[in-house]
């Protein structure tokens, strides 16, 4: 066994090692609205969701400056976004979207991504993405300077009918493929990959 003591390493390298062992990880595709009521987009691989109440978390960093990324200070000023969980053939896109553009530069357009009205909130949802949940900020909780972790209260829920299994009222994984991020390529230059191969076994039972 190979083995790392995250207390003695430094953030990034911590960093490094954990996301390459929590895995997969699912990628938020996030629509926010900015200052000028341009529409932000940005995807984020350290997320998840909590089922009970329906709430996502999502954890976002600040610039080496300190400063607020903008989905952060989006999120803080109006207090809506829209999480997307992409698939597959959306990855060119949204691995674009990641780069660092000035705030009043919407990725969105820049992408020439199509988009709907939000049934509750002011961000619109990506047409193309086949899950959009519609969220309203909770609250914010800082464990240092430089990361916090954002708490938003999933309301409305959309999926594509492609995914979605009216007899079980819910999406079936084995219909799409949704994105994830793996460790390996680095901060610059992710690698992605998709679900992959499903199981089904039954009813767990001890020998």
Not at 54 to 82: C, F, I, Q, W, Y
Not at 173 to 201: K, M, Q, T, V
Request: hydrophobic residues 45%; charged residues 25%; glycine residues 6%.
């Amino acid at each position: 066994m190979i083995t790392r003591d995250l207390r003695s390493m430094d953030r990034r390298d911590a960093y490094r090692v954990l996301s390459s062992l929590v895995v997969p990880r699912p990628v938020a595709w996030v629509t926010t609205l900015g200052d000028h009521g341009q529409v932000n987009l940005a995807p984020f691989s350290s997320f998840m969701g909590i089922f009970v109440p329906p709430m996502l978390a999502l954890n976002v960093s600040r610039r080496a400056d300190g400063t607020l990324k903008d989905t952060h200070a989006n999120l803080l000023a109006r207090k809506e976004a829209v999480v997307h969980i992409a698939d597959l053939p959306l990855l060119e896109a949204v691995h674009a979207s990641g780069e660092e553009v000035p705030p009043e530069v919407s990725e969105v357009e820049r992408l020439g991504l199509a988009t709907a009205p939000s049934q509750v909130v002011a961000p619109p949802r990506l047409e193309a993405a086949p899950i959009a949940l519609e969220c309203r900020f909770n609250r914010e909780v800082s464990f240092d300077a430089r990361a916090s972790v954002l708490f938003l209260d999933v309301l409305l829920t959309h999926a594509a009918e492609r995914v979605w299994d009216e007899g079980l009222d819910c999406a079936r994984a084995d219909l799409w493929e949704p994105l994830c991020r793996l460790i390996g390529g680095g901060i610059a230059a992710p690698n992605y990959a998709g679900l992959g191969r499903r199981f089904s076994l039954g009813k767990p039972k001890l020998p």
